[in-house]
């Protein structure tokens, strides 16, 4: 019994505590519907703000890609060579420019154009340049200034030497003329040879230009009625220099486009081949059974009479088959065409024999004639 007056109580602090929470959720639920009435009335009285449409709305997705940067091709490796060095050198300098974020300051510039320079003459002379650097006295200095200075000590370590006498002495020979070369490499190699003899004057340069370009184009230029370029405007000489080269070779495209298939010729040399073969030597003998091939079961009898015949027939003609006559005494024409080459040789066999005997009589006639004594001249005389 005494712990019923306990339980009473402890229910009535319980249903004051969710009378307490009912309360409080009422003045929440009040509050919230004070804000929704507030903000009708708001919506009332102003207009409705513009729904966005279905394209402009932005999702993750459809986020504008990333711009990404040109990423160079890495210089390849140096090995000392002076006809390579100019262009590793400008391989270098391409990377510099397109990715100047990635070097800090002057030195990684060098540092990393020597990193290439990993064999031959190059690797002995970084190697020199790292020494000097770590000499007591040079400690706390760098080897280059800059990337100039880099740029200038690489030049005279590692690029081909006293390039403006050369190219002063191949400007002032033919060997620089364009010949049977494309006039791109003519202009390209012009360019070059101007830069590395340090020729700055334009007439001297455009004078050099049209003396060694090819004849054709120099006196098309030349002897252009208008817009001919200034004798002191090399680029001009240049531009037109191309556009002239440019015209005769689609002219020369249009022309052989526009000519037909070459005709044929039909050759006209005598050729043993095309003699026609020589007719039999025999007559023909007719056949007098109804197969000539023989067959297992069906074989070709001798014909005795035929082998007979054949055997005492005379001898006839090699040119026309005929008996009774050889080929010299023919009486039928020659066609020449109808000879093998057996035949022509005996043919010319005997037409040089009877040139020699021709030769042979008048000489045996006069030697005949002194050795008859000359009673017996006159006595033949006096009888004719």
């Known amino acids: 019994m005494d712990d019923d007056p306990d339980r009473v109580t402890t229910l009535e602090q319980t249903v004051a505590k969710m009378q307490a929470r009912d309360i409080e959720n009422q003045n929440k639920f009040d509050l919230i519907l004070a804000a929704i009435a507030g903000l009708t009335n708001n919506n009332a009285t102003t207009p409705d703000p513009p729904v966005p449409k279905r394209q402009e ?27 390579k060095g100019l262009a590793f050198l400008n391989a270098c300098q391409t990377y510099i420019r397109l990715c100047p974020k990635e070097f800090n300051d002057e030195q990684t510039k060098i540092v990393w154009a020597m990193s290439y320079m990993k064999s031959g003459r190059a690797q002995k002379w970084t190697a020199r340049v790292f020494r000097w650097e770590q000499l007591p006295e040079n400690s706390t200095s760098d080897r280059f200034l800059d990337w100039d200075d880099f740029r200038r000590e690489f030049k005279k370590e590692f690029t081909p030497a006293h390039v403006d006498s050369l190219a002063i002495n191949r400007l002032e020979s033919a060997a620089y003329y364009q ?28 004078v050099k230009f049209r003396r060694g370009l090819n004849s054709h184009i120099q006196n098309a230029v030349a002897t252009m009625a208008s817009g001919r370029p200034s004798d002191t405007n090399p680029e001009e000489w240049y531009s037109m220099a ?54 297992p079961g069906n074989p070709v009898p001798m014909d005795v009479d035929a082998i007979r015949k054949r055997s005492t027939l005379p001898p006839g003609c090699f040119r026309c088959g005929e008996p009774g006559h050889f080929s010299r005494n023919c009486p039928k024409p020659i066609d020449v065409r109808t000879l093998s080459v057996d035949e022509l040789q005996e043919i010319l066999e005997d037409k040089l024999a009877q040139l020699d005997v021709a030769q042979e009589e008048p000489a045996q006639l006069v030697q005949s004639a002194a050795d008859v004594p000359a009673y017996e001249q006159d006595f033949h005389a006096d009888n004719e």
Do not use: C, W
Request: proline share 12%; charged share 25%; hydrophobic share 35%.
């Open 57 to 83: 709305v932005l999702t993750p997705s459809a986020e504008s890609p990333r711009t990404r940067t040109a990423r160079p091709a890495t210089p390849p490796d140096f090995d000392g060579d002076r006809a």
């Open 179 to 206: 010949k049977s070369r494309s006039l791109d490499d003519y202009v390209d190699e012009f360019q070059d040879l101007i830069a590395d003899a340090g020729y700055t004057d334009p007439k001297t340069i455009v």
């Open 242 to 295: 191309r556009i002239v080269d440019e015209n005769r070779a689609t002219n020369e495209a249009f022309q052989s486009a526009s000519r037909g298939p070459a005709p044929t010729v039909r050759s006209t040399t005598f050729s043993m081949a095309a003699i026609p073969p020589a007719r039999s030597l025999a007559p023909a003998i007719p056949q007098r059974h109804a197969h000539t091939v023989p067959t």
